[in-house]
């Protein structure tokens, strides 16, 4: 209730920002809910349930992400655990897609070229230029 009486108080900007935090510490929290023990690749392998109900892509994070969501909402949106109650719909919307998306973001098949992203944010002469030769600062 805090985080909503707070955002109506916010600027858009500031809204944004806290409705960005928000969804990734929720994220975060509920990253691996319900974990199996047994990585995507072994579900695939098995033929396992949760494999065939999510056609073998991000398997485990898409299943994290609908229990938790199941789990937070209810039956009905009618849960104790429902910290989204007091959230505008549109407001909402934004964080549940925001925080399954950190959550399918945490699929290692995709770790490689979201890192070569992430690389490729930085200017390379900006990578030479802060080369003090201790490796401290190596994006490779």
């Not at 485990?60 to 505008?88: C, K, P, R, V, Y």
């Not at 964080?95 to 200017?123: Q, Y």
């Not at 002469?125 to 490796?135: H, K, L, P, T, V």
Request: glycine share 6%.
């Amino acid at each position: 209730k805090y985080l909503d009486n707070n955002m109506k108080k916010e600027s858009s900007a500031s809204s944004t920002m806290t409705l960005q935090m928000f969804s990734i510490l929720v994220g975060a929290a509920i990253h691996d809910v319900g974990h199996p023990g047994y990585n995507n690749a072994f579900q695939s392998n098995s033929f396992s349930q949760t494999a065939l109900t999510y056609n073998d892509n991000s398997v485990l994070e898409n299943f994290h992400t609908s229990l938790a969501f199941q789990m937070i909402l209810g039956d009905n949106g009618n849960s104790d655990w429902n910290i989204f109650q007091n959230m505008e719909p549109n407001d909402f919307m934004k964080c549940k897609r925001l925080i399954t998306e950190a959550i399918l973001g945490t699929d290692l098949t995709f770790h490689f070229s979201n890192l070569e992203g992430v690389k490729n944010l930085v200017p390379s002469a900006s990578r030479r230029d802060n080369d003090n030769g201790d490796n401290e600062d190596d994006y490779s």
